[in-house]
C-alpha cells in the first residue's frame, strides 16, 4: 500500500506492493499538487505569520504578571487568575531553540482563562485570508501540573488592526484541547487548522492553560508557527536579527543616550532616529542621570526632544517607543 511524505504528508505508491493496482489520479497527482499549492506560498507571511514565534526577542523583560499586558515581543499576557507569570527559560528548549516561553499559573483564586495571545496586524493577514491555515507549536508541562489541559485556538476579528482576539473575544476559527493526560514533561507538536474567511481582518492565535490547572503548574512553549495549507510544516527560524526588526515595527527600547550641552547657558532641541513604526509610536523617557528631556514631536521613525538647561552639563536618558496593536 502507500506511504506519505513526513513533512507535507504526500501519497507516494509502494512500487513493491501497489504495482497492479489502477493509478488513482486524484490520489497520486491531484492532491499532492493542491497541497503543494497551499504550502508554497507567495508571500513569506504565508510561510510564517507569527513573528518571534521561536521566543528570541524580549525587550521588554524576561519576566511579567501584568494581565492584559505585552510580555515577549508581540505576544500578550491575558488572565484573571490571582497570580499568573509569563518568563524566559532557557532549560528545556526544544533542538532549535535557545529559549521557551513559560506560563505558569501561580494561583488560580476563581480564575476561569490563562493564555497568550498574538494578534496579526491585518496587512500580514491578507495572504492567509480565504485559505486554509495551520498553528503548530511545541509544548511540555511541568511534573507538578497534575490538572488542567492546554487549549490552541485560531481566532480572527473583522477590524482592522484589532488587539482583542483572546479567548474571551473574537470568533473562534478552529480549536484543539491537549488533556492534562496527554501531556508530558517531554516537548510534543501540538497543531489545528482552520480556514480564515474572507470578512476577517485580523488573525490572532491563543494558547490557553484551561480546566482548573494546578497551583505552581506551568507549561513550557516554543516554535510557534501559523503557515498556509493544512500541514503542519516544519518549523523554520528566521535570524535573531531579522526577528529583532521585525519586532521593533511595534515596540523599540532605545538604550541609554547622552546628551551634552555646547553652552551651559542654554538647552538644547535634538532629534532621536529609530527604526520605523507602525504608527506613531507613544514615546516614554526614563531618565538615568541629569534632568529629563520632553517631547517636541513624533513621526513613525523618529523623535524631535527638548532639554532644558537646569544647570547641569549633560543627561542619560532611554526611550520606550510603542507602536504596538
Excluded at 500500500?1 to 504526500?10: D, I, R
Excluded at 491531484?30 to 504565508?46: C, H
Excluded at 507549536?137 to 488592526?161: C, E, M, P
Excluded at 501540538?190 to 476577517?200: G, L, N, R
Aim: glycine letters at 6%.
Amino acid at each position: 500500500m502507500g506511504t506519505s511524505t513526513p513533512n507535507l504528508g504526500l501519497f507516494k505508491y509502494d512500487p513493491s506492493t501497489d504495482g497492479n493496482q489502477t493509478f488513482d489520479l486524484t490520489l497520486a497527482l491531484n492532491g499532492p499538487y493542491d497541497r503543494l499549492d497551499a504550502v508554497i506560498p507567495l508571500s513569506n507571511m504565508a510561510r510564517q505569520a507569527i513573528i518571534n514565534g521561536n521566543f528570541d526577542v524580549w525587550q521588554r523583560a524576561t519576566q511579567f504578571t501584568a494581565n492584559s499586558a505585552y510580555t515577549c515581543d508581540r505576544f500578550c499576557l491575558f488572565h484573571n487568575h490571582t497570580s499568573a507569570t509569563v518568563t524566559r527559560q532557557e532549560t528545556f528548549a526544544p533542538t532549535g531553540s535557545r529559549y521557551n516561553l513559560r506560563l505558569a499559573n501561580v494561583t488560580r483564586g476563581s480564575g476561569t482563562y490563562l493564555q497568550i495571545v498574538q494578534a496579526i496586524e491585518t496587512i500580514n493577514c491578507l495572504a492567509l485570508i480565504n485559505k486554509s491555515v495551520t498553528l503548530s507549536f511545541q509544548v511540555r508541562k511541568s511534573s507538578g501540573l497534575t490538572s488542567g489541559d492546554v487549549t490552541a485556538y485560531i481566532k480572527y476579528r473583522t477590524v482592522v488592526d484589532d488587539n482583542s482576539v483572546s479567548v474571551a473575544n473574537g470568533t473562534v476559527a478552529s480549536s484543539v484541547t491537549i488533556a492534562n493526560a496527554n501531556l508530558t514533561t517531554s516537548h510534543q507538536l501540538c497543531k489545528v487548522t482552520a480556514t480564515i474567511p474572507t470578512t476577517a481582518r485580523t488573525i490572532g492565535v491563543v494558547i490557553a492553560m484551561e480546566n482548573s490547572p494546578t497551583d505552581g503548574g506551568y507549561i513550557d512553549i516554543a516554535q510557534v508557527q501559523l503557515c498556509a495549507g493544512d500541514v503542519a510544516l516544519p518549523f523554520q527560524p528566521r535570524s535573531f536579527a531579522e526577528e529583532l526588526a521585525m519586532c521593533q515595527r511595534y515596540y523599540e527600547y532605545l538604550d541609554v543616550a547622552r546628551v551634552r550641552y555646547l553652552d551651559a547657558a542654554s538647552g538644547v532641541v535634538f532629534s532621536r532616529d529609530f527604526r520605523p513604526k507602525r504608527v506613531v509610536p507613544t514615546v516614554t523617557i526614563a531618565t538615568i542621570n541629569g534632568v529629563a528631556p520632553t517631547i517636541d514631536s513624533a513621526r513613525t521613525n523618529s523623535v524631535s526632544l527638548i532639554l532644558t538647561n537646569s544647570g547641569i552639563t549633560d543627561s542619560t536618558y532611554s526611550l520606550k517607543l510603542d507602536a504596538e496593536l
